[in-house]
T-cell receptor, first 115, second 111 residues
Framework: GAVVSQHPSWVICKSGTSVKIECRSLDFQATTMFWYRQFPKQSLMLMATSNEGSKATYEQGVEKDKFLINHASLTLSTLTVTSAHPEDSSFYIC???????????FGSGTRLTVV | GENVEQHPSTLSVQEGDSAVIKCTYSDSASNYFPWYKQELGKRPQLIIDIRSNVGEKKDQRIAVTLNKTAKHFSLHITETQPEDSAVYFCAASTNAGKSTFGDGTTLTVKP
């Protein structure tokens, strides 16, 4: 149980374009999902908390207008990197927590390369 | 906010030896402490976790200990095998669900 699917697993885009990443909880409902970013050989840094039916909560230093988060249903959260630049190239990963559980499950991650 | 420190950053052991990774946290409200293993290019995988009402938890060759008073918790891997080589992350979480991760420990098990 507690499977989180993330799509796409990798994407290459041109500078200035936008990229959407999907995070789905397949066998449970997630009122809360988290988006992390991981640069090479570094730890996971929380970008934002995605809340179903309400606005996302962004961590300090994360531009909410650049990283758009939408959590329209209990099983889907999307992260859109707008006007991507090479410095946005990173590994983006989501995690979700079932409603009544402390356990967190990570998606498979998305490797974004902006050229 | 929460601050998690993890040591050592790299650890090299001989196959069959034990490995210990330690983390400290700052927020006394943190009550859930998972450990993740991340192989190169792959997602972090939860390997063991402990909640604040428990002092120790064991799962085969892996164990985690928690000292709430001192705000530190440790991962113990016994009888290490080459496939244990990976980056290990500790994390501290509160009821709000946000996880703060340590910087990671690169474990290398030499055959």
């Amino acid at each position: 149980g507690a499977v989180v699917s993330q799509h796409p697993s990798w994407v290459i885009c041109k500078s200035g374009t936008s990229v959407k990443i999907e995070c789905r909880s397949l066998d449970f409902q997630a009122t809360t999902m988290f988006w992390y970013r991981q640069f090479p050989k570094q730890s996971l840094m929380l970008m934002a908390t995605s809340n179903e039916g309400s606005k996302a909560t962004y961590e300090q230093g994360v531009e909410k207008d650049k990283f758009l988060i939408n959590h329209a249903s209990l099983t889907l959260s999307t992260l859109t990197v707008t006007s991507a630049h090479p410095e946005d190239s990173s590994f983006y990963i989501c995690s979700a927590r079932a409603q009544v559980s402390y356990g967190y499950t990570f998606g498979s991650g998305t490797r974004l390369t902006v050229v | 906010g929460e601050n998690v420190e993890q040591h050592p950053s790299t650890l090299s052991v001989q196959e069959g030896d034990s490995a210990v990774i330690k983390c400290t946290y700052s927020d006394s409200a943190s009550n859930y402490f998972p450990w993740y293993k991340q192989e190169l290019g792959k997602r972090p995988q939860l390997i063991i976790d402990i909640r604040s009402n428990v002092g120790e938890k064991k799962d085969q060759r892996i164990a985690v200990t928690l000292n709430k008073t001192a705000k530190h918790f440790s991962l113990h891997i016994t009888e290490t095998q080459p496939e244990d080589s990976a980056v290990y992350f500790c994390a501290a979480s509160t009821n709000a669900g946000k996880s703060t991760f340590g910087d990671g420990t690169t474990l290398t098990v030499k055959p």
